[in-house]
């Protein structure tokens, strides 16, 4: 089974192996076969090199070694951008995925209501509508249609996908206010990566607020402050 050109093993009732599945598949199928097992695999491929760019992917800040994970791509007029959060560099420091180049940092804003960077990409090629291991997206959230109680997801390079309620969509922390915050699993290193439910992307994952909430700025700050317009095809 292949997704997005990764091979993905699987048993016939859909369970994924464990740390022992070597001696699962021998006692199943006899000792006449070969085991290849892989650490990882599947999240492992976050950091393979992959284009076009994905919601979810590692990426590396090569002026600074900082890491951090991409959140979705978005155009204004001819220019297309790579969307993650404004803390994991500086005004044209430069960014890799999968160990190779590809944009840098164009526009950033690291304080109220926004935590978000706009990387220009070098290639249109480069963009896309998808999120790693989930649907594509297809639509954005408004934020008048947002409220506490709504489900929501990150997906995170580090962490992976978690999800979890909005505990507020007024949140203030450190230098920002006006943000999301939700009750989902996070990690260092997930900085950017996208906030979603369903196809619908609903923001960029900024980090933890003092009472462990987690937050995001919303999507349509962004759109807003940049005139953006999300890849939703």
């Not at 590692?58 to 204004?76: E, H, L, P, Q």
Request: with cysteine; proline share 2%.
């Amino acid at each position: 089974m292949w997704h997005k050109g990764y091979p993905v093993c699987l048993f016939l009732n859909g369970s994924y192996c464990n740390k022992n599945c070597s001696t699962t598949v021998v006692n199943i199928f006899g000792s006449d076969i070969e085991v290849i097992e892989s650490d990882g695999g599947y999240e492992e491929s976050r950091t393979a090199y992959t284009r076009p760019l994905e919601g979810g992917l590692r990426i590396s800040n090569i002026d600074t070694g900082w890491g951090c994970t991409g959140g979705f791509s978005a155009s204004y007029g001819n220019w297309v951008y790579y969307v993650t959060a404004g803390h994991c560099g500086r005004s044209s420091d430069r960014f890799s995925q999968g160990g190779s180049y590809f944009g840098y940092a164009y526009r950033l804003v690291n304080s109220g209501e926004l935590d978000a960077m706009l990387i220009s990409l070098g290639q249109l090629s480069y963009a896309s509508n998808y999120n790693y291991g989930q649907p594509n997206f297809t639509s954005w959230q408004r934020e008048s249609y947002e409220y506490v109680g709504q489900y929501v997801c990150m997906n995170g390079s580090y962490t992976g996908n978690a999800c979890g309620v909005v505990k507020s969509t007024n949140y203030s922390a450190r230098e920002h206010n006006n943000m999301t915050a939700a009750d989902y699993n996070s990690t260092n290193g997930d900085s950017g990566s996208p906030t979603y439910y369903g196809s619908q992307i609903r923001g960029v994952h900024e980090g933890v607020g003092s009472n462990g909430w987690k937050m995001y700025t919303h999507v349509q700050s962004i759109v807003d402050y940049w005139g953006l317009s999300p890849r939703t095809w």
